[in-house]
């Protein structure tokens, strides 16, 4: 099956934050269904920048910090809970289920996972893959929906 994708240019980190804010918002409508997001691009891309303002699009209002050390930083808020993962430092995909990983994947939660491929096989699969890359000063979004869910996703988006 074929899914939907879309491509959207930030020029600016407030445009990054639009885009992050506008997929947050479709999420909130498909609440409490749990969504899986890959976020993919190379170090310094806009990962998590692109994760701090989705997170804090929810109600968070502290600091976002990669979890490249603790590979998940849990953000539990109102509305749903939030997983940010960063995989990069991770040496085998089975360490992921040392850490109890499937339990992760639940209703009403949403986990952001960067360095995905790191993962493979231990993951649950993804609704949206974002991929970021570098363009001048700007960044260049392609997202693409994996699943119904992440079509539906997309559908929902006003910005892409």
Request: with cysteine; charged share 20%.
């Amino acid at each position: 099956m074929s899914y939907p994708q879309s491509a959207y240019f930030a020029a600016s980190e407030s445009d990054t934050s639009t885009l992050a804010k506008d997929i947050a918002g479709a999420i909130k409508v498909m609440l409490p269904a749990s969504s899986v997001i890959y976020l993919k691009g190379d170090l310094g891309a806009g990962k998590t920048t692109f994760s701090r303002y989705f997170i804090q699009s929810f109600g968070h209002e502290g600091a976002v910090k990669s979890p490249t050390y603790t590979l998940v930083e849990p953000y539990e808020l109102e509305q749903v809970s939030i997983y940010h993962f960063d995989l990069y430092r991770l040496a085998d995909p089975e360490e992921l289920e040392f850490m109890g990983i499937r339990d992760y994947f639940s209703d009403n939660a949403v986990s952001l996972i960067e360095w995905a491929e790191k993962g493979e096989g231990c993951l649950a699969s993804a609704d949206l893959v974002i991929s970021i890359t570098t363009d001048g000063d700007g960044r260049r979004f392609q997202v693409q929906a994996k699943s119904a869910q992440g079509s539906k996703v997309l559908q929902h988006c006003k910005h892409i």
